[in-house]
């Protein structure tokens, strides 16, 4: 009997992503005596799908002498772009020097005293070298094009006052001499007062563009203002102090009842052994040993630490947290902590909510008027005369300003309420010692107010799903 069953050949099959970055083959055996596929045949079958780059070769050897049906085989493999190196700033000094962090020793103890951080540098010093962002290498696809390298994220640049950038873009050098300031990625270099003695009615008031230095003491009713650090050896008094830097004082801070008095602002950090009585509106951390009956509004991190490390009375605002030892007293002194909240954000979101709402209500008049205009004009079956088309123009003109106004303003509320959602809650109190009834706790939307006295503690905001709402929960160890 004579066989007539057609003889089929073996086939390859050539799947490509669709990035064009993997090629695969997959083979079907031939049958009834079909012919099988030679070497040249699956080279030229690969070149005909214009595969070109990226092809393994023990993959191909496989397939060429070795191969098994209905495998599927990765034969060649693009290769990705990279992206480059991110610029850097390398800065040629310690950059917490200007940070003002004290020291805690393995005994517990914190060191005050040892916290001159002051950094000089000369006329075009080099203070960091820069690096600008490499290019990354480029890539492939197994079809053969060619995929471009990235370049890194760049950075901003560090040049702050008193500085100056080379000529090859590589340092960033002093323009003059004085002391070195890091804040918020920028370096400056500013000059320095030092007062040898006490800010009193001997000198006035101080208001300085630069960095001061007090070697005495802030006398009640008097004021440092300087546009990098203030650093106090001695005692600040009913006074105050705003800095552009952070804020170091050595002995401490006893202020006075009076709101009015104790002002203490700083754009960085503020260091200050003991606090009492004072309102505090620090960006940075606050770190002391003690504090006292204060308000405080704090961007970053409470840390109270040192042989006493207590916080009691008063208001503490703080955006990332609290460690302390103890919170309260045992007479039940109202004590308040909140977290997570920023009195900056909310108070500017307030301020620009109140704006939209003007510009909103005159827009929505000019609206009307515009309108009314038109109106009239329709029904007079004619053009309004010279004086009404000017108001008309003049509106339209300013009614387009306050739309435009009014749509930066949508955008930049929106961007400050989930500023101002995302900083809720995230921070955490932490209690080495014990916690007194009368503290208030606030961490986000939840609020829990101490009623027994408890030891070693870490509150923290959770979400409860049986209440359906936030709750503080608080748990043994720091």
Do not use: W
């Not at 089929?8 to 031939?30: G, L, Q, R, Y």
């Not at 914190?110 to 000369?122: G, P």
């Not at 009956?293 to 009691?312: A, D, P, Q, V, Y």
Request: charged content about 25%.
């Amino acid at each position: 009997m004579i066989n007539t069953t057609k003889p089929i050949n073996e086939t390859m099959t050539i799947e490509i992503s669709p990035d064009k970055m993997i090629a695969n083959v997959t083979f079907k055996e031939a049958m009834n005596g079909g012919d099988g596929l030679t070497k040249e045949d699956i080279i030229e079958q690969l070149e005909r799908q214009n595969i070109k780059r990226g092809i393994i070769k023990g993959t191909l050897r496989d397939i060429i002498y070795n191969r098994m049906y209905n495998k599927k085989y990765l034969i060649a493999q693009g290769l990705k772009a990279e992206t480059g190196e991110s610029g850097k700033v390398e800065p040629t000094f310690d950059i917490s020097g200007g940070s003002f962090k004290p020291v805690v020793k393995e005994d517990g103890s914190v060191d005050y005293k040892n916290l001159d951080n002051i950094i000089m540098t000369e006329k075009d010093d080099v203070v960091a070298n820069i690096f600008e962002p490499t290019m990354g290498k480029s890539g492939y696809t197994v079809l053969g094009d060619v995929l471009k390298g990235k370049e890194g994220k760049k950075i901003a640049s560090p040049k702050g006052k008193g500085t100056y950038i080379s000529e090859d873009g590589t340092k960033l050098l002093a323009e003059k001499s004085g002391k070195v300031s890091y804040q918020n990625g920028k370096i400056s270099v500013l000059d320095v007062y030092e007062i040898k003695g006490d800010v009193n009615a001997g000198t006035g008031n101080i208001n300085f563009n630069g960095s001061v230095i007090v070697r005495g003491n802030v006398t009640s009713g008097f004021s440092v203002n300087a546009t990098g650090n203030i650093e106090i050896f001695g005692n600040v008094e009913a006074a105050s102090l705003t800095a552009g830097g952070s804020i170091f004082i050595k002995t401490g801070i006893n202020g006075s009842n009076d709101d009015s008095h104790n002002i203490i602002k700083s754009m960085g950090n503020l260091t200050s052994k003991i606090i009492q009585n004072a309102n505090l509106d620090i960006k940075g951390d606050l770190f002391s040993e003690s504090i006292l009956h204060s308000t405080i509004n704090c961007g970053g991190t409470l840390e109270i630490n040192g042989s006493k490390g207590i916080l009691i009375g008063g208001r503490a605002v703080t955006l990332k947290g609290v460690k302390a030892k103890t919170l309260g007293t045992h007479m039940g002194t109202k004590t308040e902590i909140v977290i997570g909240e920023d009195v900056d954000y909310q108070d500017i979101y307030n301020k620009k909510l109140e704006k939209y709402n003007k510009i909103s209500h005159q827009y929505r008049e000019n609206i009307k008027y515009i309108n009314g205009m038109i109106e009239r004009q329709k029904s007079e079956e004619g053009s309004l005369n010279e004086t009404l088309q000017s108001s008309l123009l003049n509106t339209v003109n300013k009614t387009n300003e306050l739309k435009s106004e009014k749509e930066i303003l949508e955008v930049e509320l929106e961007q400050l309420k989930e500023t101002i959602e995302q900083n809720k809650g995230t921070g955490t109190i932490k209690v080495s010692g014990s916690v007194f009834p009368g503290v208030i706790l606030r961490i986000g939307n939840a609020k829990e107010e101490i009623l027994i006295e408890d030891k070693n503690l870490t509150f923290r905001n959770v979400y409860d799903k049986k209440t359906n709402r936030e709750k503080i929960e608080k748990r043994r160890g720091v």
